[in-house]
C-alpha cells in the first residue's frame, strides 16, 4: 500500500525560530505537495516539486521555502516562524500528472503536522 | 485503524447525467467530513460536514452526511466535461489531530 510519512504529528516553536518539517514517500512518485490547511480555508497549496531538485511556487509561498535533493524526501522550511503560520500542514505525492487532461491523478496525503508557533 | 473508503474510485458518464459519489468512513472521535475536488494543482475546497441530515449545496453539486450510519454522498447534477476531475473525501478526526483522505473518486465526463 501506498506510503506517504511526515516527520513530526505535533510541533510547537517560538517566533522567530527556523523550523523544518520533512516528507518521505515510498511510491517513487514524482510529484510531491506542501499544503497547509486552516478551518475555512480549505487545502491550499504552498509549493510543489515534479522532480529532484525542482520547485514550484503554489498559492501562497511567502515565510516559506522548499528542498527535494532526493526524489523520495521533500522538505518545507520556514526560515523564521510566525503565529500566522500556526496551522496544520500536510504533505502529498503523485505519479505524472495526464497530458491532455483536465485533472491530475490522485495525490496520497500524509497524516500531517499540526504545527503551534507561540 | 482511521479509514476512509470512496467509492467507486472510478466513473465514466456522459454530459447530462447524474453522479453519486460516496465516502464511509470509520474513524475515533469523528470531528468534519470534507469533501474536495481535485484538478491540475491543489483540491478545492467544496464543502464541510459536521451535521447529520443537513443538505449542503452549490450550484448543482450537493452533499449530505449521515453520522449514524457513517458516510456521506456527494451529488452532481447535470454534470459538464468541466466536471472531470478526482473528488476527495476526507475526515477531522481525533479531535482535529488528523486528516484522513479516502483514495477518491475519477470522474470522466464526456461530451
Known amino acids: 500500500d501506498v506510503k506517504v510519512t511526515q516527520s513530526s504529528r505535533y510541533l510547537v516553536k517560538r517566533t522567530g525560530e527556523k523550523v523544518f518539517l520533512e516528507c518521505v514517500q515510498d511510491?517513487?512518485?514524482?510529484?510531491m505537495f506542501w499544503y497547509r490547511q486552516d478551518p475555512g480555508l480549505g487545502l491550499r497549496l504552498i509549493y510543489f516539486s515534479y522532480d529532484v531538485k525542482m520547485k514550484e511556487k503554489g498559492d501562497i509561498p511567502e515565510g516559506y521555502s522548499v528542498s527535494r535533493e532526493k526524489k523520495e524526501r521533500f522538505s518545507l522550511i520556514l526560515e523564521s516562524a510566525s503565529t500566522n503560520q500556526t496551522s496544520m500542514y500536510l504533505c502529498?505525492?503523485?505519479?505524472?500528472?495526464?497530458?491532455?487532461?483536465?485533472?491530475?491523478?490522485?495525490?496520497?496525503f500524509g497524516p500531517g503536522t499540526r504545527l503551534t508557533v507561540l | 485503524e482511521d479509514k476512509v473508503v470512496q467509492s467507486p474510485l472510478s466513473l465514466v458518464v456522459h454530459e447530462g447525467d447524474t453522479v453519486t459519489l460516496n465516502c464511509s468512513y470509520e474513524v475515533t472521535n469523528f470531528r468534519s467530513l470534507l469533501w474536495y475536488k481535485q484538478e491540475k494543482k491543489a483540491p478545492t475546497f467544496l464543502f464541510m460536514l459536521?451535521?447529520?441530515?443537513i443538505e449542503k449545496k452549490s450550484g448543482r453539486l450537493s452533499s449530505i452526511l449521515d453520522k449514524k450510519e457513517l458516510f456521506s454522498i456527494l451529488n452532481i447534477t447535470a454534470t459538464q466535461t468541466g466536471d472531470s476531475a478526482v473528488y476527495l473525501c476526507a475526515v477531522e478526526a481525533g479531535g482535529s489531530e488528523k486528516l484522513v483522505f479516502g483514495k477518491g473518486t475519477k470522474l470522466t465526463v464526456n461530451p
Open positions: 502529498a505525492s503523485s505519479t505524472i500528472f495526464r497530458t491532455g487532461k483536465d485533472y491530475a491523478d490522485t495525490q496520497y
Open positions: 511510491m517513487d512518485h514524482e510529484n
Open positions: 459536521t451535521s447529520s441530515g
